[in-house]
């Protein structure tokens, strides 16, 4: 940054300069945005615990929560294609108020059958599979919308303050939630969510405002633009990486899946979303055995009172949880920028999987409680900070039907599908042939060198496609 433009910038741009370069002009609406993600966030982690305990509550609730990923994927596979059919006909901030809203709306619709004693018994189910999508779709259609309001060049800038708010929003969520619940009881939390996700809704129309009014006042469009919904910015001219924006026709729409499916770009995003799923979801298993393993070998030396074990396993997931949040808080405000600014993707994109390269090799070498607990902490920290950042930075470059559709697609169903895999792996591995962690840090180990390859490869169509995009310029 220039010497004239330290000097015009405001004192909020350069208080936002402790996590990344903010120019002048961007603090507000960048500081709005942040704001918003820490709303939603919050949101969405204080009714974690009410998903929790309404299930877990039903009779054979903790096997039924265990079926319920393949459950969602399934429901992933209407949900998405719905959205897309709406993102085709709404302009962007229409769509975005629009689902938030009637996700909100959602929350009242349970908090209402909750009164209902007949209702209320079976209510842990739905709520459990509504949630499951809820969380994530909200998540993507932000970063769509974020992706969709800055270039390229700026999105590598501005996108690790956003995942600031991002981080601590989901931090903040669970300590508003274990206040709350102690102070409203369990579902008013899903009203006090409600009103934090109209918040949201508010505050992407502000933006919405601030951005358009911007736009035209640097490029007016033409006088006969008309507004053509979400797939091209309501104030810019039509985006030439659209399908047949060149020649002035208007362009085709495909499904989310479809997109997918079509261009190799996005499936090997699709297959790097499937391939890092897999391998935490497989070190949360990992980890989960070890722990109960090491607390049971306590109780047979007995260095641990029986009725002791669930007050030290959940003592142990405590400290975890602690290190694994307060690493990733601290990578994201002060490490996340930095690292793209200086090595760029050829650099940043592959920090978490060697991270995980490592953490499997030594799980193979030692499985051993001490020898996880260090690598996971590291690994989710990671994954929850510089991975998250970069893996929105994926859609920069990206025409504007790919981030509202595809990354739908990409960021629910795909995700889903990790998980799913993973379970299925634990269940033939553990549960009918009986392999210990050993074997399944040998698994994580094939699938990292799987995913290091599948890096390799969208890093390459990441730099090409940054090359054909006009709005791209280097960070």
Do not use: C
């Amino acid at each position: 940054m220039t010497a004239s433009e330290t000097q015009r910038q405001s004192l909020l741009e350069r208080a936002l300069g402790v996590v990344t370069r903010v120019q002048p002009g961007e603090g507000v609406t960048a500081l709005l945005l942040t704001v918003d993600v820490f709303l939603l966030m919050t949101a969405y982690s204080a009714i974690k615990p009410v998903r929790e305990g309404l299930i877990l509550a039903m009779k054979s609730g903790a096997e039924y929560k265990s079926y319920m990923g393949a459950a969602i994927a399934v429901a992933l596979l209407f949900a998405v294609p719905a959205y897309s059919r709406f993102a085709d006909r709404l302009p962007r901030n229409r769509l975005i108020i629009g689902v938030t809203l009637f996700f909100a709306a959602n929350l009242v619709a349970f908090w209402l059958a909750s009164a209902v004693p007949s209702v209320r018994q079976h209510l842990g189910l739905v709520f459990y599979l509504w949630l499951g999508i809820f969380n994530m779709m909200v998540v993507a259609q932000f970063w769509a919308f974020a992706n969709d309001l800055y270039r390229e060049e700026q999105g590598k800038r501005l996108f690790p303050l956003l995942g600031v708010g991002q981080t601590v929003g989901a931090v903040a969520g669970s300590g508003l939630a274990a206040l709350l619940l102690q102070v409203l009881g369990v579902f008013p939390m899903l009203l006090a969510s409600a009103a934090l996700l109209t918040l949201t809704a508010l505050l992407t129309q502000i933006v919405h405002a601030r951005e358009s009014s911007s736009a035209r006042r640097e490029k007016p469009a033409p006088p006969d633009a008309q507004e053509s919904g979400s797939a091209q910015r309501e104030t810019a001219p039509s985006d030439p990486r659209e399908p047949g924006s060149s020649q002035g026709a208007a362009p085709k729409r495909e499904g989310a899946f479809a997109l997918v499916a079509g261009d190799p770009y996005l499936r090997y995003v699709a297959l790097f979303t499937v391939a890092f799923t897999f391998v935490n979801t497989n070190g949360e298993y990992m980890i989960g055995k070890l722990v109960t393993e090491a607390a049971r070998g306590l109780v047979e030396r007995g260095e641990l009172p029986a009725a002791e074990f669930e007050r030290w396993v959940s003592a142990t997931y405590s400290r975890f949880y602690l290190y694994v949040n307060v690493a990733t808080v601290a990578l994201q405000a002060l490490v996340v920028s930095r690292l793209v600014r200086v090595g760029g993707m050829r650099v940043a994109f592959f920090v978490l999987p060697s991270i995980a390269l490592l953490d499997a090799l030594g799980v193979s070498a030692l499985p051993v409680l001490g020898v996880l607990f260090i690598g996971k902490v590291a690994e989710n920290a990671t994954d929850y900070s510089l991975n998250n950042t970069l893996r929105n930075m994926l859609w920069l470059p990206t025409t504007s039907e790919m981030k509202y559709k595809a990354k739908q697609a990409i960021d629910t169903f795909f995700v889903r599908m990790g998980d799913v895999s993973s379970a299925l792996i634990v269940y033939v591995g553990a549960g009918i042939l009986g392999h210990g962690v050993r074997t399944f840090a040998l698994v994580n180990l094939v699938l990292v060198l799987g995913w290091l390859a599948v890096a390799r490869r969208i890093v390459k169509a990441y730099e090409a496609l940054s090359a054909r995009d006009p709005d791209a310029s280097s960070s």
